[in-house]
């Protein structure tokens, strides 16, 4: 009799621990985004929100190592407590075609919890290019094969994989200038001067060359129209089949982490991102936001951007390195 009360007080002590509400202490964020870039930067404020809301403080840890990889590696093998979290880009899927050895799998190794915010390109060409839409950008490549040519910061990057996706769905034949080291500044400077015909970025890049007739807009590459320039018309009004590769960023979660965690982590993120007091810092980052996304919508998002940029990537024969 002793020994069962002793036992059911015991039971009564440890009950208060393990009904204990998430999050009962800090959590741990660990990041893929280069500090000070856009990506960085939306985050943060919205991780601050985040973390009002949720009442315990989230620490952001920026581990850049291998692209990244050592964020995401880290995150894919950490406890399912909801503690620890992975703050991850569009990269983690590039990555799965572009590195030999890829230590994770952006679909099998991860509890994708919410779809934040995208950086969506335009396509901006040379104000000397003879076309000013995609319709007739489109039929200057046809008639003049390899005389176009587009600028990105390397092979491999979501823009070059954006370009040679048009060059497939829409029979173009430009010709892919890609500059090393990330150098946006040395690509802006060649578009201005004509170097080069066209460069795909977000809008942060073009606006002052737009606002001086230096560069002009010919799409936007997302299924609607960019909401800071509803006069761009997107790609799909001129080739309705297209599939839009963007810059993706997103909350994500290892393996097995429970829904009530997800569901609480992705409804404040939601939250945070449709506070209108951050439109402005996600328009002069060039951020497109994502709000209301389901946890499935993103893991469907995920899947769906292996298979494309996987036939993208199959096409135009690119190897790991």
């Known amino acids: ?28 964020l660990l990041s893929g985004a280069s500090v000070g870039s856009g990506g960085d930067i939306a985050m943060r404020a919205v991780v601050t929100r985040m973390a009002d809301a949720l ?34 880009n569009g990269g983690l899927v590039t990555n799965r075609f572009m590195k030999k050895n890829m230590p994770v799998d952006a679909v099998k ?50 823009a070059h994989l954006v370009g040679e996706s048009l060059n497939q769905q829409a029979g173009m034949g430009m010709v892919h200038v890609p500059y090393s080291g990330g150098n946006t500044a040395t690509v802006i400077n060649d578009l201005v001067t004509g170097r080069v015909h066209l460069y795909l970025a977000a809008l942060p890049s073009f606006t002052q060359h737009v606002a001086a007739g230096r560069v002009k807009l010919i ?46 982590i992705r409804i404040e993120a939601n939250k945070a991102t449709a506070d209108p007091s951050l439109a ?22 995920i899947a769906s951007d292996v298979e494309h940029i996987g036939k993208v990537v199959k096409e135009l024969q690119l190897k790991p390195e």
Not at 292 to 300: C, K, M, P, V
């Open 219 to 264: 799409a936007y590459v997302d299924r609607q129209r960019s909401r800071l320039r509803p006069e761009v018309p997107t790609v799909n009004e001129t080739l309705p089949g297209y599939y839009n590769i963007v810059v993706w960023y997103g909350f994500l979660g290892p393996v097995g982490l429970p829904r009530p965690i997800v569901d609480r």
């Open 280 to 301: 402005p810092k996600f328009d002069t980052l060039g951020m497109s936001v994502v709000t209301g996304q389901s946890s499935e919508e993103f893991a469907r998002q």
């Open 1 to 28: 009799m002793h020994r069962n009360l002793a036992a059911l007080l015991l039971l009564g002590a440890a009950l208060p621990a393990l009904a204990q509400p998430y999050p009962s202490r800090q959590i741990l």
């Open 55 to 88: 009442g315990q403080p989230i620490v952001v840890e920026s581990r850049r190592g291998a692209g990244g990889l050592e964020a995401y590696t880290a995150g894919a093998r950490a406890e399912p407590n909801g503690y620890t979290l992975t703050f991850a």
């Open 109 to 158: 190794d991860y509890t994708p919890i919410v779809h934040v915010f995208n950086t969506v390109f335009f396509i901006a060409a040379h104000s000397g290019v003879p076309a000013n839409s995609l319709k007739e950008l489109i039929e200057y490549s046809k008639r003049n094969p390899g005389k176009l040519d587009y600028a990105t910061t390397g092979v491999g990057s979501v």
